[in-house]
């Protein structure tokens, strides 16, 4: 992130108020927000990269005793956001009330003790248990079960987690949060992974055993599944859009993965495994994939009896 410089300090550098439209125009200087500057963003700058640059402006203009919170805090920290979250910067006041909301910040008003903070790359924000709460309190339970998630694998401890939901108690939203720190859990390895379980708790799915590994009669691994209903001789699969990247190893393709996950799956069924993927858009579709996941609980059932 290049240096952020607020208009005056550009004019005290010799610059003229037209000089600095002139190369806002051009594309060399970004004006992230009214009266703060950064080196030009490129057109494509992730969006939490673009959020970033925006917190860095913000706090350059507002109060050191703001704290960034909330979806912004979450960027710091590297935790998932979603675009509509990354329109404002979020800070936090030490008061009751007294919050406020403009086109680009979202000031909140709430009591916020000093080991409820901490300082990141120069910037003071909410500890990863106090932003997962405030992220369940005000997103759905999805988004705060998938930042929790995230969380824990960034070294959130339960108990940590726990006590910041306590010391919220009364605030609006508590009971998501409350639920939130029910659900959370470390072994979910991606967000599709998170909101599937969260979708699965609300539709009645049975809890299923998560990163199931699956033996061979000689104990050699087969494969190690994102979900596994072992009493229904069912596993199940998130498919997401990345993830057969994210398994590339060196030299290979995405067609070689693609591959071995069909052999791993191919494996699997002849072991006797029911086998049910599912995507994003299935889990827009309580009937179609629950639906899915009854008619395999119901063959793995028949073979294992």
């Not at 987690?161 to 306590?166: F, Q, R």
């Not at 494969?223 to 009493?231: K, M, Q, T």
């Amino acid at each position: 992130m290049s240096e952020i410089n607020l208009h005056h300090e550009l004019l005290e550098q010799g610059q003229t108020k037209f000089e600095i439209a002139r190369r806002v125009r051009a594309g060399d200087l970004s004006r992230l927000r009214r009266g703060a500057y950064a080196g030009a963003l490129p057109g494509d700058a992730a969006p939490v990269a673009a959020h970033a640059a925006l917190v860095a402006a913000t706090l350059r203009q507002v109060s050191n005793e703001a704290v960034v919170s909330h979806a912004s805090a979450a960027v710091i920290h590297g935790l998932p956001t979603w675009i509509d979250q990354l329109d404002r910067v979020h800070l936090t006041r030490n008061r009751a009330g007294g919050g406020r909301r403009e086109r680009n910040l979202y000031v909140h008003g709430a009591p916020i003790s000093d080991h409820e903070t901490t300082v990141i790359d120069g910037i003071k924000v909410t500890r990863l248990a106090r932003t997962v709460v405030d992220l369940s309190r005000m997103e759905s339970i999805e988004r705060g079960v998938a930042a929790g998630d995230a969380a824990l694998r960034l070294g959130l401890r339960e108990y940590e987690l726990t006590a910041s939901v306590a010391a919220a108690c009364g605030r609006r939203g508590i009971g998501q949060a409350r639920i939130t720190a029910e659900l959370v859990d470390v072994r979910s390895e991606s967000v599709g992974e998170s909101f599937s379980r969260v979708r699965f708790w609300r539709w009645g799915v049975p809890a299923p055993i998560l990163q199931l590994e699956v033996r061979d009669p000689n104990g050699g691994l087969v494969g190690r599944c994102d979900f596994g209903w072992p009493e229904f001789g069912t596993i199940g699969e998130f498919d997401g859009r990345v993830k057969y990247g994210l398994l590339l190893k060196p030299g290979q393709t995405a067609e070689d993965v693609l591959l071995a996950e069909k052999r791993r799956e191919e494996r699997l069924r002849e072991l006797g495994w029911q086998v049910v993927r599912w995507g994003w858009a299935d889990l827009k579709n309580r009937t179609e994939l629950t639906a899915r996941l009854e008619a395999a609980f119901r063959r793995g059932r028949d073979m294992t009896t």
